[in-house]
């Protein structure tokens, strides 16, 4: 099939997209699609589908559960069409619902993939230091009094490479657990705590059991060796509570030449000038 573009035509070929998103998880059941749910994945595969007039399969670079959120996460998908990012991210933002923003929208090699391409995610965990009903569906609102030197001297244990098998939830266990941190920090933003961790990889609600360890850590539960012990161990017992998912965000995912949470808008592959029809020499306007 072709499409007539301002005067000429141009012919499908087969195009990589990626689509930065931001969500607020609290109406979603998650990322990946579920039957009778409401997810990411699921609304914008349907919106992709109907923009591009085909079915697509869309791969996501983390599977948030139910209830969390991304500031920048990518997805990605493959498509014979004559559409180009630009009218992907006009049909996208004028379709999306309120709660799904979409970003940026990019043409990529094909043999990208946003979940196998990328490099390292980081995620960001809020909690409140007070109840606070505003901010209740956005962050953990603790009660309790959290000592900030405790809690951070227990990040001493997230370096390096390491055995995170303590730290993913019984039945979720991959053949291998290794993970390699790349940032464990906690930082105080007025009457929140803000922890991050990036890494190449992620086990199931690592990063809520990370966050409940420290938050135990913090209220004099646990001490702040105990999380040392249990990556050396591998004894999930010894962590603590899982936090709950409204606190969370996947913040960035980085990959070899860019990262998420730029610039908005779309681009195209400058290499790559639209293929036209037989016998059409025109180009298609690349738009950056």
């Keep these: 099939m072709q ?20 969500y607020e998880g609290g109406a ?3 990322w990946q699609i579920q039957p009778d749910q409401r997810t ?19 791969t996501g670079a983390g599977r948030t559960d139910a209830g969390v959120h991304a500031l920048a996460s990518l997805c990605s998908f493959k498509a014979s069409t004559a559409r180009r990012a630009r009218e992907l991210h006009q049909g ?24 196998f391409s990328a490099c390292a995610r980081q995620y960001l965990y809020k909690i ?7 901010r209740r569906n956005l962050a953990w609102c603790s009660s309790y009094r959290l000592d900030v030197d405790r809690m951070r001297l227990a990040l001493a244990a997230l370096q390096g490479k390491r055995d995170c098998r303590a730290l993913c939830v019984a039945g979720s266990l991959p053949p291998t657990a ?17 922890f991050r961790v990036r890494c190449d990889r992620f086990l199931h609600s690592m990063v809520r059991s990370l966050a409940g ?21 591998g004894e999930r017992h010894l962590i603590g509570v899982v936090a709950p998912p409204h606190g969370l965000y996947l913040e960035r995912v980085e990959y070899k030449d860019f990262s998420t949470g730029g610039d908005t808008g779309w681009s195209q592959r400058e290499e790559e000038a639209a293929p036209t029809a037989a016998g059409d020499e025109t180009k298609s306007e690349d738009m950056a």
């Design 28 to 30: 979603f059941a998650g």
């Design 3 to 22: 499409f007539p573009v301002e005067g000429r035509v141009l012919a499908r070929v087969e195009r990589c997209f990626s689509i930065e998103v931001a």
């Design 213 to 233: 360890t420290l938050h135990d850590v913090g209220r004099g539960r646990l001490e702040p060796s105990a999380l040392e012990v249990a990556l050396a161990t």
């Design 40 to 58: 990411v994945q699921g609304e914008l595969t349907l919106l992709c589908s109907r923009i591009m007039d085909q079915q697509i399969g869309l």
């Design 92 to 115: 996208l933002r004028r379709l999306a619902p309120a709660d799904l923003l979409v970003r940026r929208v990019d043409e990529r090699p094909l043999d990208f993939s946003a979940r």
């Design 178 to 194: 290794w993970c390699q941190f790349q940032l464990a920090e906690l930082q105080e933003v007025g009457d929140e705590l803000h």
């Design 128 to 134: 409140v230091r007070r109840e606070d009903p505003f």
